[in-house]
């Protein structure tokens, strides 16, 4: 007996359903992203001396990633998602709290990583002398931070992905209600070898 050989192409559907399916893929692949960012801030954070570039960009990716996943022009998740999940309460804190921090970190304003202060030195009778310019650093996210964080993210994928299975259940009925001539007029998608 031979194994059936993998399909080369797919027809592209177009259905309310797959737009739908999509955008719960693509909200699962963000969270997926966040997680394995926060994997690899662990392993950084867990070192001597972290490198503060890379701290930096994995936890500016990390939160860019997640506030995807709430957004109104997706069918992701909304703040409702986190009703039910285990220590909901503290999430729902840091659910808020990253979204603050993801504002903070990609603003197009502001420093993200450090306040200056700018101050004049005086000489005895009170005349400036020069100027000096103060930078304070923002401190780094911390280790238990981004373990929360990456616990959210994986129950969060849970869900999306429950949803994903309902979802796909549905897009292959829509298809079969399709007549095999309509269904061999849709665009083909061409498959990539894995």
């Known amino acids: 007996m031979t194994a059936a050989a993998e399909p080369t192409s797919v027809r592209r559907l177009d259905t309310p359903g797959a737009t739908e399916l999509a955008g719960l893929a693509a909200v699962f692949e963000d969270l997926q992203y966040a997680l394995r960012c926060c994997e690899h801030l662990v392993t950084q954070l867990g070192r001597r001396d972290p490198d503060p570039v890379l701290v930096e960009a994995l936890w500016t990716a990390a939160l860019l990633a997640y506030a995807r996943c709430f957004s109104a022009r997706r069918a992701g998740l909304t703040a409702a998602d986190l009703d039910g999940l285990e220590d909901g309460a503290e999430f729902g804190e840091l659910h808020a ?98």
Do not use: C, W
Request: hydrophobic share 45%.
């Open 97 to 194: 709290a990253l979204l603050k921090l993801r504002d903070h970190l990609a603003s197009r304003h502001v420093n993200p990583r450090e306040t200056f202060t700018i101050g004049a030195a005086q000489a005895n009778d009170g005349t400036p002398t020069g100027i000096a310019v103060v930078s304070s650093t923002h401190p780094q996210v911390e280790e238990a931070s981004v373990r929360l964080f990456g616990r959210l993210a994986y129950l969060l994928a849970g869900r999306v992905d429950a949803r994903m299975q309902q979802r796909q259940r549905a897009v292959l009925d829509e298809a079969a209600a399709l007549s095999p001539g309509r269904l061999a007029k849709l665009p083909l998608v061409h498959l990539t070898p894995g």
